[in-house]
C-alpha cells in the first residue's frame, strides 16, 4: 500500500484553502520547523478576535496527518501547538483584564458586539469550565479568555483551565491523523 498516497487524499480533504495548502506543503518541506509552526497557527488561533481569521485547525489536523507519514516527531509538534494555544488564551485574558469593561468598545469588537456578547453568555453560563469547553467550540474560541479577564477570574483558575483544554485540544487536533496512518502502515 502507498501510504504517501493514503497520506495525500486526507490532506487533500482537510486542506480547505490555499493557506492550510502552503502550510502543509512548507511543513512537509521543512519537517523541523514543524513545533515553530503548528505553534505559531495556536497562537494565532487562540488570540481573541484575530483567532477568527486565523484558519489553523485544518491546517493542524493535516500536520498530524503529514506526522504520520515522515520522520517529524509527535511530542514536539504537539507541545508546539499546546504552547501556543495556552499562550494565546494567556495573552488574550491578559489583554481583557487590562481592557475591563471597555474591551467590547474596542476595534474590532465594536463592530461585532455580538461575538463579545456570546462569549460573555457562554462565560456567565459555564464559569471556569468555558474557558476548558471554549476552546473546542469555534464560535466562542477566540473571545472567552478576553471575557474572562474582564470579568476577573482569579488567575490561577485560569490557568489551569487554559493548560490543560491547551493540552487536549492539540493533542485532539494532532493525533488522529498521526494515529490513522500510522496504523495503515501495520
Do not use: C
Not at 501556543?84 to 469593561?101: F, T
Amino acid at each position: 500500500m502507498d501510504f504517501s498516497a493514503v497520506a495525500h487524499d486526507i490532506l487533500a480533504g482537510i486542506q480547505a484553502n490555499a493557506f492550510g495548502q502552503q502550510v502543509l506543503e512548507f511543513v512537509k518541506a521543512h519537517g523541523e520547523w514543524a513545533p515553530v509552526i503548528v505553534f505559531l497557527l495556536a497562537f494565532g488561533e487562540s488570540l481573541a478576535v484575530i483567532g477568527f481569521f486565523v484558519p489553523a485547525t485544518f491546517a493542524l489536523v493535516g500536520i498530524g496527518a503529514l506526522i504520520g507519514t515522515t520522520d517529524i516527531e509527535f511530542w514536539p509538534v504537539w507541545l508546539g501547538a499546546a504552547a501556543g494555544a495556552g499562550l494565546g488564551d494567556w495573552v488574550s485574558y491578559w489583554v481583557g483584564y487590562k481592557l475591563e469593561n471597555t474591551a467590547k468598545h474596542v476595534w474590532p469588537l465594536s463592530r461585532y458586539p455580538d461575538l463579545y456578547d456570546r462569549g460573555e453568555r457562554f462565560f456567565r453560563r459555564w464559569g471556569v469550565w468555558s474557558v476548558f469547553l471554549g476552546r473546542f467550540f469555534g464560535p466562542v474560541r477566540a473571545i472567552v479568555p478576553l471575557v474572562a479577564g474582564v470579568f476577573e477570574m482569579p488567575r490561577v483558575l485560569f490557568q489551569a483551565a487554559n493548560w490543560a483544554s491547551a493540552m487536549v485540544w492539540a493533542f485532539v487536533l494532532l493525533a488522529p491523523g498521526f494515529a490513522a496512518l500510522k496504523i495503515l502502515q501495520y
